[in-house]
């Protein structure tokens, strides 16, 4: 029961944190099954896209999507993992992945048509991510313990 109360009390964070227009058919789809985990999140534009899978303990997700047509999904599983996902522009893609402890991503993709795929598979890993202009493409699997990795295209 305690996992269903803190399931309810962050989709009333997010509740308040969305700023949704009428015909902006924006959708943010959230399945959290931690404890002491926390969600928040803007939406700024049209057809804007979330899918989120938060599980383990303590984690922090931060998504902020501004635009038209961005695509964020994000799936965190482990112990005090932090991610950070900022889109600004349109048609934007980003697929982030984090398994284990510890681990923290801080993606910034703004422009047109950039593409990301991050996987984090271990503990202590660290990624700095940033995608500016158009049409960039970047795939990065960080599978182990410890491990940093920054990568700027422009």
Do not use: P, W
Not at 4 to 10: D, E, Y
Not at 45 to 57: D, E, F, H, T, V
Not at 94 to 111: F, R
Not at 122 to 144: P, V
């Amino acid at each position: 029961m305690k996992t269903l109360n803190a399931m309810c009390k962050t989709l009333f964070v997010l509740a308040s944190c969305f700023s949704i227009g009428a015909l902006a058919e924006n959708s943010f789809d959230l399945d959290q099954e931690s404890e002491f985990s926390q969600v928040t999140g803007s939406q700024l534009g049209q057809n804007l896209r979330a899918n989120i899978l938060q599980r383990g303990s303590q984690g922090s997700i931060e998504l902020s999507q501004r635009g038209n047509s961005n695509q964020s999904d994000i799936s965190q599983d482990g112990l005090e993992n932090e991610i950070l996902l900022v889109q600004i522009g349109f048609s934007n893609a980003a697929i982030v992945i984090q398994n284990g402890d510890n681990n923290s991503i801080n993606l910034l993709q703004q422009g047109a048509r950039n593409e990301l795929n991050m996987l984090q598979n271990g503990s202590s890993n660290k990624a700095e991510l940033k995608q500016y202009g158009s049409h960039k493409n970047l795939k990065i699997n960080q599978i182990g313990h410890y491990m940093s990795v920054t990568v700027t295209q422009r």
